[in-house]
């Protein structure tokens, strides 16, 4: 079993738990350095710590909090020691920027490594990164980690989808990073240029930054015949980095020498118990200029291992696939659901292809629920029947799991529209009532 730094992911809890205490008196004292934490923080003695729960005596740290200070509100150094600006994709509101120290960008890098290690890819492999680089994290954060680790980086970024799968087939890549959306459609371009996608080097895919289902990793791992491991951070963490798949592929391990986490209720803040589902809540341990205490990630989850040991031998805690975001919830005629669990239904359909949209509307004062569907070719060969059979079978199967009856449309493959980055699952045309 491969190992980036044996010591610390195999650390007993007991003395995890120390460390963490430690790092986060430490973290504590040094928040206090900053404007926005120094009034926040002024009624915590962090000397008085003595367990990491004490951390829920710390008032949590939202995303509107960073906005509200951007752009130095949290740093905690001089600007002349910062080496690195990173930025949030946005994609719920304006964005909200990231600081780093040089030493910051190696705790980063160091733990990249470690996730990259841990799914059994090494020195010897040819990484091609397509994911973007710039102020997305998701390009430099894997880039980092990839070069430490020593392997062959090929910083393709996304898009441009034939030149990757030509450098795929010059370079003989063996690894490669993407959102799931965009490896699935690079596979569709394949079959376009009339390449079999199982033909090239590929063994390894390390996908995130997006949710996916268990099927979509399936998908992918057939379509190229690979091993495909999830990959879950986000920028004001870090980026990438903070929770990884291990060869056992049973949940995340969370590096918890640098994150401490929590899992919330997503409505009261109160802390739940391991095993339940909630939103994350994470303290960065080890970040100099701009660290974080109890963040709101408002990602959904829950701890999986429940203090069993994972069999790779690391002791850092698990966490599930993440289920949704709390703000990607729809009320959809009054019920509550999460688009995730859609794809799980979509994706267990063999003739469906990977990619689909889930379309609200109002008519009247009635909400309605369509899914634009993605077949493979084979399917519209005028047999009428079998396409009805299809769409009363998907129907069936999304009310069974969701109570509401969706209206399925079928759409050509390759149809409906692709992203080189997080897909657009989601198209919301309600409007305020
Ligand atoms: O997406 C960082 C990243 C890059 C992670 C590459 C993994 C791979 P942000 O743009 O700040 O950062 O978006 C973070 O994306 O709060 C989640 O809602 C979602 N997300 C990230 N990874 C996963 C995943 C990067 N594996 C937001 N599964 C997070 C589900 C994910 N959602």
Redesign the pocket.
Known sequence: MPFRDKNIETLPRDELEKLQVKRLKDTVARCKKSIFYRNRLKDIDESLFTTPKDVSMIPFTTKDDLRANYDFGLVTVPKEEIVRMHS??G?TGKATVIFHTREDIETWSDLVARCIVMTGACKADVFQNI?SYGL???GL??HYGAEKVGMLTIPSGAGNTKRQIQLMKDFNTTVF?A?PSYILYVSEVMVQEEFDPKEFDLRIG???????SEQTRQRIEDIYDINVF???????LN??G??FECEEKSG?HLWEDSYLLEVVNPDTGEVLAPGEEGELVITTLSREAMPILRYR???LARIVDEGDKCSCGRTHVRIS??K??CD?MLIVKGVNLYPSRIEEVLMSFPEVAANYQIVLEREGCLDSLTVRVELYPKMFDGDLRKLKKLEADITKSIQDEIIIRPRIEFHEYRSLPRSEG?AVRVVDMRGEI
Request: charged fraction near 20%; glycine fraction near 18%.
């Open positions: 949030s994709s994609t994911i997305f994290t998701g954060g894997l990073h959102t390390f996908v995130g930054a997006e949710p996916h999830n990959s879950y951070g986000m920028s004001e980026g990438p903070v929770a995340m990630t408002g990602d696939r993440i949704g975001r990607d997080k």
